[in-house]
């Protein structure tokens, strides 16, 4: 999904309407405001904003959203660019930050790029909601088994018997959906790097 927050009506059209030739989803918003009364927050995605919207700024808007944990990945345009301005932006954590008129191709990889950036976000809250289900023993256990450690020597550095190393062990494949050692320990270390 593709958030575009545009006050002019002619810019806003016109690149919906590329970014539709793309098969892109697009919702379109003419200031701040409108996003955040309208968006639909349950779907994370790409903002496209631009830097002088009446009222509140593309920048201001971003510090808005970022105090209500929105933190999506953002393209800023303007038509009024200069370099403090960009160092501004790319401060705020714009991932790309384009003049007007804006290139088609320069966007696309612009958004490209930001798909990327959003999928590995959402990658990596995913995996820390399914090791939050974890107890403080499994985490101990997991954090032990990702160390390359057997069951036997996870018992004994948590002087506990191997059947409740073992049991643990179950739970934790039951809580991350996979039983597989390697996938365990790639999630506990993206998590934990």
């Known amino acids: 999904m593709i958030y575009l927050v545009d006050d002019d009506a002619a810019v806003r059209e016109a690149l919906a309407m590329l970014l539709s030739t793309y098969g892109k989803e697009v919702a379109t918003f003419p ?22 919207l009446p009222a509140v700024s593309g920048l201001q808007l971003m510090t808005q959203l970022s105090a209500k944990g929105i933190s999506w990945p953002t393209i800023m345009i303007t038509g009024h ?6 160092r501004r932006a790319f401060r ?5 930050f384009l003049t007007k008129p804006v290139d088609e191709h320069v966007l696309m990889e612009a958004i490209a790029a930001c798909e990327v ?6 990658a990596q809250a995913e995996t820390a909601a399914l090791l939050k289900q974890l107890t403080g023993r499994e985490a101990e256990v997991i954090e032990l088994v990702s160390k390359g450690l057997g069951s036997k020597e996870i018992a004994a ?8 190393v073992d049991s643990h062990r179950a739970n934790i494949a039951a809580k991350l959906g996979t039983p597989s050692v390697a996938e ?4 506990w270390l993206s998590a934990h790097r």
């Open 157 to 164: 550095a948590l002087t506990v018997s191997v059947r409740t």
């Open 81 to 86: 660019g200069d370099v403090e301005a960009c």
């Open 31 to 52: 200031d701040a405001a409108h996003l955040i009364a309208h968006a639909d927050w349950t779907r994370p995605g790409v903002l496209v904003l631009d830097l002088r």
């Open 92 to 96: 705020a954590g714009v991932t790309d």
């Open 184 to 187: 365990q320990t790639r999630l």
């Open 117 to 122: 950036q959003l999928a590995e976000h959402l």
